[in-house]
């Protein structure tokens, strides 16, 4: 098994943060944000103009990628998240196909599934999965 250190040994916070929301366990705030963005032909989810607060997510949750991509130099992780952005970009403005909305949603999943198997070697959190 593939042990992820990158985590462990880093200093700064804010690389931390990034590192946690990529991985499965955390995925929910990722989840959460996608399905504000998903609301914004409809006016959003919280009040009109919601996703503005919750833009950073994304930020973080690319930059957590980022940094991944370079520890074990795939790129297959973050292919899938730009197939999540095309999809949910199509989505909010083009909203007449239903499966759209799986497609984003499913593809976020898929995004920190991938990024788990590079960085672990297995697709879910283990008890060694401490990151």
Known sequence: MVTDTLFHTE????RKIALLFTIPC????????????????????LFNG????FTPV??????????????????IPFLVFMLHAVSLMLYIFWRQASWLSYST??????TSAVNQYYRFGVFSCTEECTV
């Open 26 to 45: 955390a995925i929910l705030p990722v989840l959460f944000t996608a399905s504000v963005f998903m609301s914004i032909p409809v006016g959003g989810i």
């Open 11 to 14: 200093k700064q916070s804010f």
């Open 105 to 110: 949603i499913l593809s976020i999943i898929a």
């Open 58 to 75: 994304y930020i973080v949750y690319g930059y957590g990628l980022i940094i991944s991509r370079q520890m074990h130099r795939k790129t």
């Open 50 to 53: 919601d996703f503005i607060l």
